[in-house]
């Protein structure tokens, strides 16, 4: 395995995408590419960022993107849509790639829940699904309505009598109308190998819910019950790498599927985070090699929000950053600023430590455990200097918590200076 694998993420800006992202981005032996059809957040996140794919349905996609395959020399893509999942499926011998996704057909039954519930057809866990006519005739409200093809909750719906109903389905073809499951929601993540096993389960639940998202999750027992749905999927549904279906209980406690998915989820970190990288292994497998499941059996809690990253139009080849309460706060390292400066000398930057700090500087970063060769250069001026008649560069910023410094040297040098705080957006 010396040459590196090249893996493009497509579509690769959404949480999916950057979950896959984070998920390879250290493996010494990969490199990551990320594509997108219209410009999005991968553009602040991937160092090889490919934007204005044609979408999938344009003529011209796929030799587009055979294009982008040839010359960025992919080895694999991970699509992160049902819709994409289905469609490079279809196409995958018109490409050069290995294409991450299982076969059409299973690719086709996981981006269609009523072909899901109809290959599922006859297990109990399957929750019961109506006509229009019988929910009016019957009068089974409430039941729940939603797309046999989507994703993410959208255009779904509670229903609680015939005028809801009729409403909201403008062609009952295109909807699922089951019955109403008040219970627990469940995401549980599975892994299936090149040999057909089922190699790990992970329940997790869905505390909070945004828009489709889980924010906020905790470990769930894997239950017999739990293990026997995801058994008979994997055995219905033939899969290959990672994949996972979500249940809900209904008024009696059992669970009923709600969807069965073949793409990655947003909150796959969860499991990540006890040593079950599904990417990776889904990477591993789809190149033919035989994998396993290392898994920490310890208690968890996810919790997340929005995220800030910035793309700054400025251009600098020296950080000239401040000591006392910069890079040290209240006694304690400021972590955000050491972990700016690493990524600076990984840039090839010149950081220069420029400080009034009372005392002898290298006895100070000693007890801090900070190297004083991390910096290019040291400047410790006394109180009565100004920071402005030692910064040399024209290409250079200041990080500085003091207003009055940061005045006066943007007064007179003109060079971008920032405050602690906005080292977020100088971070990557």
Known sequence: MNKP???????????????????????????????????????????????????????????EFEKIINKNKIDLVIPTHDSVSLFLAKNRSLLSAIIVAPNVTSAQICRDKKLTYDILKG?????????????????KFPVFVKPRIGEGGKNTMLCHNKDDLKKNIPREDDYLISEYLPGEELTVDCF????????FVGPRSRNRV??????????????????????????????????YFQVKKDIYGFFKLLEVSCRTAGTMVFYRMLGVNFALLSVYDYLEYDVEVLFNNIGIELDRTIRNRFLLTIEFDVVYIDYDDTIIIKNLVNEMAIAFIYQMINQGKKIILITKHEGDIYTSLNKYRIAPNIFYEIIHLNTNQFKSG?????????IDNDFKTRKEVH?????????VDAIEGLIK
């Open 210 to 243: 945004v828009n489709g998202i889980s924010y906020n999750a905790t470990r769930y027992s894997l239950t017999q019950e739990i293990h026997s749905i995801a058994k008979t999927i994997g055995e219905s549904i033939p899969m290959r790498g990672l994949w």
């Open 390 to 398: 030692f910064i040399k560069s024209e290409k250079a910023i200041l």
């Open 192 to 199: 299936t190998d090149k040999k057909g096993e089922l190699l």
């Open 5 to 63: 694998i090249r893996v493009l993420i497509f579509p690769c800006g959404k949480e999916n995408g950057l979950e896959i992202y984070q998920s390879l981005r250290y493996a010494v032996n990969i490199t990551v590419f990320g594509a997108s059809s219209i410009r999005d957040h991968g553009a602040f996140v991937y160092e090889n960022y490919i934007s204005g794919v044609p979408f999938i349905q344009d003529d011209s996609f796929i030799d």
């Open 123 to 139: 297990n109990a866990f399957l929750p019961d699904i109506f006509s229009l006519e019988s929910v009016i005739h019957d009068n």
């Open 411 to 419: 007064s007179i040098l003109g060079i971008p200076v920032f405050d």
